[in-house]
């Protein structure tokens, strides 16, 4: 059963950062892409990052200066960096891959990890 499993929500104040983990319970090598989503109340699930396994990094535009995907190949862990948060980023963040070879085919999510920001 392949998991991928999200750490590091919580509240923070406006300006502030977080950094978001995703463990995963396989080898990176066996996703050709990962990525976090994020979904506000009310609001639909939209893509945050995502990077292939040729390391291809992808950010929703508005993002891109705030946020950093990276991976600890060794951890099998990928990472969100956000910083100078606002409230319109409180959500709830999920972590995504899709897998390649043998797990052709299969998409997995997390379940989840809720970052409020508020004074």
């Known amino acids: 059963q392949v998991q991928l499993v999200e750490s590091g929500g919580g509240l923070v104040q406006p300006g502030g950062s977080l950094r978001l983990s995703c463990a995963a319970s396989?080898?990176?090598?066996?996703?050709?892409?990962m990525a976090w989503y994020r979904q506000a109340q009310g609001k639909q699930r939209e893509l945050v990052a995502s990077?292939?396994?040729?390391?291809?990094?992808n950010y929703k535009e508005p993002l891109k200066s705030r946020f950093t995907i990276s991976r600890d190949i060794a951890k099998n862990t990928m990472y969100l960096q956000a910083d100078s948060l606002t409230p319109e980023d409180t959500a709830v963040y999920y972590c995504?891959?899709?897998?390649?070879?043998?797990?052709?085919?299969?998409?997995?999510w997390g379940q989840g990890t809720q970052v409020i920001v508020s004074s």
């Open positions: 396989i080898s990176h090598s066996n996703f050709y892409i």
């Open positions: 990077v292939t396994n040729d390391e291809i990094i």
């Open positions: 995504y891959a899709a897998g390649t070879g043998r797990y052709w085919g299969r998409e997995y």
